[in-house]
Structure formats: C-alpha cells, structure tokens
C-alpha cells in the first residue's frame, strides 16, 4: 500500500488488466488481516469497507440469495462507531471494522431473526447471542441474517422457508447447509467472514461445496447462547471465512467460557496467531480406511492429492480403522431428530411466533399453529424424533443411539492415541443441483457420513478447500472439501495444519 | 414396514402436528425408509456400553455452574413483543377450562 492510493470497490474487478494507473485495492477482496492493516494506517475508513461490501450485495445477492436481511442501516452505524474510535486515536479491537454475516439461527438484538422458518418470520430477538454480543464487541460490522435451512434442518439450503440459495461457484447448485447462506455470501465476497451453526456437518459441508473454509470448534468451546437450538448436545456456533487465518481471528472472539451456558468449558483459549504459521510440523494424520470405501473418484482423486501435500509437508500419514462409522448416521438421525422433537415444543403460537387463524380451542390452536408455521424437514424431524421417544420405542431407539454414540467416541480416542489428526473427505460428493435431491430425505442424511462422527464424539473439526473435481469428471469443476479432526479443546492444532495446507496447497479457490 | 399410517397418525398426535392426508401419503413411506435403515443400530451388541447423553471431557465438579443471581435482561415489554396476541403483561391464549 501506498500514498495516493485510492479506493475503487464494485470497478476494481475489471480494472485489473493494469490500465488504471492508481493502485487499486479491492475493498470486497480482503482478508481480516488486510481489514486491520487498512484501518490501522488510515487507508480505509470502516465505513468504507462496510459499504463497498453493502454495494457488493446489492448487486450480485439477487442473483445468490445469501440474505434474509440485510442491515444496512446497523453495518452502517457500526462501522461509524469503529472509525470514530480510530479517529479518536484508540487502539483497534480485534476485529475492528469487519464485514461479517450472520446466520439467521442465531440471535440479534433489535434484528429480525428467522431460522428461516415461516414460524419466526416476524421474530425480532430481544437479546444478543453471546458469539453476537463478543463479535459486537470486538468491532465487527453485521451486514446482515444469511439464508439457510429452516431452523437448521438440512444438508442444502433448499429447505429454507423462503427461498433457496445458489452456489456462487456454479448458480445452478446447491450451497450445501444448512449453513448454505453463510458459505455462499463469505464465498463471493458478499462478507469477510461469517458465523454458522454445525449440528452434524452444516459448517464444514457448506464450506466444502462452496470452496471456503469452516470450522466448528469443541462442544463446549464456543457459547450456544442465542443460538436458536436444534438439537442441543450437538449443536455449535462456529466460523466461515475465505483463509485459515480469518477462521483463527473470528474463533478467538467467539471462544471461550459463558456463564450463559453451562455447557462451555472452563478450558483456557490459547491464542491461535501465535501458533498458525508454525508448519505442519510431525503431525500424525490418521487416514480411517473406512472413510475411503466406496469413495467417488472425483472426490477421492483431491483427497489423495491433499494427503500427499500433507507428506510432503512433513506429516505422517497412519491407516487407522474406525469400525463404528457405519452406524454414525443412523445414531446420529435418531438423537438430533430426538432433541429436535423436544426443542421445537416450544413453538406452540403462544409466546413468539405464527399462531394459526381459525382454531377451535387451545389444542387446536397448537396443532393448527404447527402445521402451519413448519416446513416438510421440520414436521419429518419432528415425527422421527417423537417416534423414537415415544412408549415402547425409547429403548429400541434412542437409548440405543445412545449407546451407539458412545462407540462411536471411543473409535476417536482409540483413534488418538496412535495419531494427532484424523483426515476424511468433508463430504462423499460436489455441491449437487437445485432440486436433485429434495424428494429423498434418507439419500440427503447418508451424504453427512463425513461429518457426524466428529459431532458426536464433540470433537472440532475444519474443512479447508482441497482444490476443483479434475476435468475428466466433466464440468462443471466443483470445489472438494478435505476434513481434519483433533483431540477435544486442539483448534489450534487443525488451524496449524490447515494452515500449512492452505498455504502450500494451489488448492486455493478464492 | 417400520411404520404404517397409524402409527404416524399416533405420532403426530403426540407432537401436536395436525397433517393433512397428502402429507401423511408422502411421509409414512420417507419416514418408514429411514425407520428401516437405522434398525441396523440392532447389528451392534451394546451390552454394558454406557449411553452418551451430554459431551464430556475431564473438568472440576460443578465448574460450569454460576453463582445463582437474579439479572435483568429484558423486561415484560420485550418478552411480549413477539406475541402474537398480548394484553397488557400477559400473553393471550385461548380459553382452557371448559364452561359448565
């Protein structure tokens, strides 16, 4: 950066052949480094940046459907916050003048809220989720609500209550989900960085098919304190962003422990920049021979590819076995559709949300009110989960699931102690097309085999994009997702070897 | 089959779920699919295998407990706007105890 520099947003893409003789610096192209340092020396104001990226979605989120809100007026005023604290010569907060997006399960104050379900369309939320209330405070600037799965449910953004996103890399797919919106908008620079909530894979997935990486932390890492609840002992609030580097600095403000939320753990958080760049070192990879069954070529062909660029990083690369994951999704539908079930009473038209017109008494207003206000995933979690919490089935079913879990942990910690890191494909195949696989809900849930061991056992986990699908798979070329998994509380481990991946990798989207 | 539509019947009851006849002809087979495939959970011997309820890791007893104090985080006002029917304080529900 230079004196006499000037700014250009929505022109620079297409000034880049060199013509313009100012230094042009694409204010929707940053990393949150680029954001402090920007700020830092007086280069941009946040004010700037927020509206370059609020210009950025006027134009291309007609086309992607990112947002369910976008809010303008709250980036805006922000934004005005953090360039008056530079003006008035304070430090920068960590995330001072960041454009980030939120999704839309994920509490707001003052800002519409609704897990994009008919159900809330109107909910405002009175209070401030923790990671919300820490990001605000940090200097973050909230673009806006991102489109996803209604209340979670979903492995594609298609069953959002609204309308369904499209894959920024290629319009007529899906964006994974249910995080869909949050992948997509940090994807095509309609943010720096965003939040999403992972139950069974709904980070990592999303940032697989849309070429971004995403993490979810340790069960217990990041506060679940406004964040609308699916399912409640798997559910995670955790970062998107187009480097391994953002992912640090946004997790590093979210992490740690909240009164709010007896769940988090007392763990120290370490400072993840003081360890990201230090290489990929002696990790011992572990590589479950059962992940790689069956895989499609045109994923399994990248993976391999990662593999050997972990080798000749300096990483070991240890077959392991890990006999439960057969059972994973099967465990793993059977819990969350069993939480869900109990979570979603609640929304009975009394104190938020729909209620039904035309009801005769308070049973039928409740019945009414949850035909009405619920979508097709949403009623089919809902009949599983109360299905296997019902009489007679409970043991069969969910004490059973239970049970299965715990296997399933234990494969981890077996797992452990030969290897550091367990590598897997974030999922078995490329983002699919809008609508290819809507009318077989049994077919979606299989696709989370990847993810859901890792929710489970509550341990973090991160998808770093691991190049296109090779041309002999025909067009188009579709980004891979390569998956790591650490020990519980060693974010700092995966985002060091992510790191050191992303770096050596070419296997850079963005 | 896993579930036939009386079994669905019974457990949309439960969850308070009034579907209509379309939806039960598209979701008794869907459901009974996935019914199907998780009975493979049964192919497990999970004789003394603790079940898993909570994520646990090693930590202090009752370190995640607070100190119990009142604190004001929003007012009646607040919790009432996104009623969809409120009276002053309180949160409208149709009548419950039948009339004579």
Redesign the interface.
Known sequence: MRAGLRFFDTLCRRSSAGKNRFIIVDLTNLTIDEVSGLLGERKASAVEIAQAHLGRIKEKDPEIRSYLTVASEKALAQARAVDEKIAAGQGLAPLAGVPVAIKDVILTRGLRTTCAAKMLE???A??DATSVQRLDAAGAVFLGKTNCDEFAMGSSTENSGFFPTRNPREPERVPGGSSGGSAAAVAAHLAVASLGSDTGGSIRQPASFCGVTGMMG???RVSRYGLVAFAS?LDHIGPFGRSVRDLAHVLQVIAG?D??D??????PVPDYLSTIEDGAGSYKVGIPEECFKGLEPRVGDNIQKGMKALEKLGCKLVPIRMP?T??A???Y??ICTAEA?SNL?RY????????SAG?D???D????T??GG?G?EV??R???G??AL?SGYYEA?Y?????????I?RDYLDAFKEVDVVLTPTSPFPAFKIGEMVDD??AM?LADIYTVTAS???LPGISVPCGRTGQKYGSPSLPVGMQLIGR??EEASLLQLARAFEKAGGFELS | MA?SEK??RY??E???????DE?LK??VP??D???T????????D?TG?????????P??EN????DDQARK??DSE??L?????QGPGY?K????IEKE
Request: proline share 6%; glycine share 4%; with cysteine.
């Open positions: 109107e909910f405002v009175p209070y340790t069960y217990g002992s422990p009164p709010l007896s769940t988090t753990a007392r763990v439960h057969e059972y999704v099967a465990c539908y059977i079930s009473a009975d038209g009394v104190r938020y949300g729909f209620r009801y008494g308070l049973r207003m409740y019945k009414k949850r035909e619920f097709p009623k089919r809902i009949l599983l109360t299905y019902s079913y004490r059973k699931a239970q049970k299965v879990r715990t296997l942990a809900p049994l849930y489970l056992a509550g519980h509380f | 579930l079994d669905a457990v949309a439960l969850a308070h779920l009034e579907l209509s939806e598209i979701f869907q459901l699919s996935v019914l495939y998780v009975e493979k959970l049964n192919q497990l999970t295998v603790e079940p898993m309820a909570q994520v646990t890791y930590a202090a370190s995640s407990l607070r985080i929003f607040q919790a706007q996104n009623a969809p029917e949160f529900v149709p009548q419950v």
